[in-house]
């Protein structure tokens, strides 16, 4: 367990700061889940909080559009930003 989340935490980020990011089809629909209905969002933070011991379980906070409260959450609930 120790070793996956040391793995996570000295991982290069695959998202870096001031990227754009947009959440996952499965996090943006529901509506229990802090990215719901959020259409991109900026990072502002790597690392945020120890990361879960889970594939893509780096912490990011990240900025969503048209919010002044920052969200945390985890590298596998986003995806690159793809203009339309």
Not at 1 to 19: G, R, T
Not at 53 to 62: D, E, M, N, S, T
């Amino acid at each position: 367990y120790s070793q996956c989340v040391l793995k996570a935490w000295n991982k290069e980020p695959d998202y870096p700061i001031k990227s754009l990011v947009q959440p996952r089809k499965k996090f943006k629909e529901s509506k229990s889940h802090p990215l719901y209905g959020v259409e991109f969002a900026f990072v502002m933070k790597v690392n945020v909080a120890p990361p879960t011991a889970v594939a893509g379980g780096k912490q990011y906070l990240v900025l969503p559009k048209g919010n002044f409260k920052g969200i945390i959450c985890e590298e596998r609930e986003l995806k690159a930003y793809k203009r339309k």
